[in-house]
């Protein structure tokens, strides 16, 4: 008896998942659809479809994971026609490998008169591409497509956002829905993500779920309807520790003032160009050299994906270079390795080394040597004029290290702000402002020419708060 109940349950178990063949014409050509439903969830490649492909023209199929509130099932959709000069008798539909189980042996219904049939009411079906393949690096992006068809009628749609282990995604654009060519049939709803893989293996692309209610006839329950697309498979490629990309470019530009003393920062600006790529793994090494002092001074990344499809970046390094001593220095050449996707070579990307020569201070000339009493008049002298003596000699000083470098400006600038005790980002009067922000973008924002003739007529103008007295700035003067 026992034996016959764990018999009884191994057959249940392995009964062979529902099937059924539904017949209707394609509004475009005469064909059938073949209509697979198994219960539950099947694996992504549980359909095997070879057998069709020997007597028939197949279109595209078609699958989706739905959930009702009676069962949850994986439904195949299948369209098929017969190749040109085909006549009768008509083929049989082969048994169809799904998973473990095995659908049976179906023939065709008849398609005589069925060109003045109505139009079937639209379906809800969603598919999912990978626009770029399904081989790709780590790093490297590529955009996944989700397409989503659904009647109009559908009401309260949701749908989730692409998640993925292992990937980086980021959602382009908004969704851009397509109207039904016919009022009352089925629009298009087509999302896309740009996707990352932060590591190889080989990966299925789960899809987001869809949510929907479909209204029913009068007086009948609307219907909760919830799916997802096919799964996709995809291939990552492993790839070397190093910046990812289709193509590179690296570049500098140096800013040293017109005579560099010792103490006096040179500016160095590398900037890397790539597209298609990741520049997560970017590391530049620093020149390391005894006599000199290397300091970050800002990074900026932008990226963005262009119209034509392809994912665009730029990075921007800024170093400040100080020297202790005067002599003849030797910046070292720059080495960047990286990983071209295009060719799967590594590449290296080179600036050459770069010399540049500090220059000793000039000499101080002897002082003079004063008289007690010209001693006292001149510091009672000086005590009366303090308070307009300090800003007007620094306002004299920031007017005249002007110059058309904006990097010299913009230091110019900092050291008055440094000396005058105030913030790195005061309030300034409407015209200065603008012109402090003009040269601010000539700094750090792309290339372009920049006299320094606004910022001169804008100190001119507000000479007075130039030279207001701060009292941070005096106590900041006075000795211990």
Not at 185 to 202: F, K, N, P, T
Request: with cysteine; glycine share 6%; charged share 20%.
């Amino acid at each position: 008896m026992v034996k016959r109940l764990l018999l009884l349950c191994l057959l249940m178990i392995l009964t062979p998942a529902e099937a059924r063949l539904l017949s209707q014409v394609i509004p475009s050509q005469q064909g059938w659809l073949l209509v697979l439903e198994q219960e539950g969830r099947a694996a992504p490649d549980a359909l095997q479809v070879t057998p069709l492909l020997r007597h028939f023209v197949v279109g595209r199929v078609s699958r989706s994971d739905i959930i009702t509130a009676q069962r949850r099932f994986t439904r195949w959709q299948i369209p098929l026609s017969l190749p040109p000069g085909r006549a009768e008798p008509w083929p049989l539909i082969p048994p169809l490998r799904v998973g473990n189980e095995q659908s049976p042996s179906l023939s065709l219904p008849p398609l005589q008169g069925v060109t003045s049939a109505p139009a079937p009411a639209p379906r809800i079906s969603q598919q999912a591409v990978l626009e770029e393949g399904e081989r790709f690096w780590v790093g490297q992006p590529f955009v996944y497509r989700l397409t989503i068809t659904l009647p109009e009628t559908v009401e309260r749609p949701g749908l989730d956002e692409l998640h993925a282990a292992g990937f980086r995604v980021r959602r382009l654009g908004e969704d851009r829905w397509t109207p039904p060519p016919t009022p009352g049939q089925a629009g298009q709803i087509e999302r896309r993500w740009l996707v990352q893989a932060l590591q190889s293996g080989r990966f299925w692309l789960e899809a987001p779920r869809l949510s929907a209610t479909l209204p029913a006839g009068e007086g009948q329950p609307a219907q909760q309807l919830s799916g997802r697309a096919a799964p996709l498979p995809v291939t990552i490629m492993a790839t070397p520790p190093l910046p990812v990309a289709a193509r590179l470019t690296l570049s500098q530009q140096i800013a040293p003032p017109a005579a560099l003393h010792p103490g006096e920062p040179l500016i160095r600006t590398l900037r890397i160009d790539w597209q298609q790529g990741d520049m997560s793994a970017l590391r530049l090494p620093a020149p390391q050299l005894p006599d000199l002092l290397v300091l970050p001074d800002g990074e900026q990344t932008h990226e963005r994906y262009l119209a034509s499809g392809q994912l665009v970046g730029q990075r921007t390094l800024r170093q400040a270079i100080t020297a202790r001593e005067p002599g003849e220095y030797r910046l070292p050449a720059i080495a960047l390795r990286w990983f071209n996707t295009a060719t799967g070579q590594i590449e290296t990307a080179r600036l050459p080394a770069m010399p540049f020569t500090v220059l000793a201070v000039p000499a101080q000339p002897a002082s003079r040597h004063y008289g007690l009493l010209e001693l006292v008049s001149l510091l009672l002298l000086i005590k009366g004029l303090r308070p307009w003596l300090i800003p007007c000699w620094d306002a004299a000083r920031l007017y005249r290290a002007l110059s058309d470098s904006p990097e010299q400006s913009r230091a110019a600038w900092r050291t008055w702000l440094r000396r005058r005790a105030q913030p790195p980002y005061p309030s300034l009067p409407e015209a200065l402002a603008g012109a402090v922000d003009e040269l601010e973008r000539a700094c750090f924002g792309p290339p372009v020419p920049w006299q320094p003739a606004r910022l001169r007529r804008a100190l001119r103008r507000h000479w007075r708060w130039l030279l207001t007295p701060t009292k941070a700035a005096d106590t900041a003067r006075e000795p211990g």
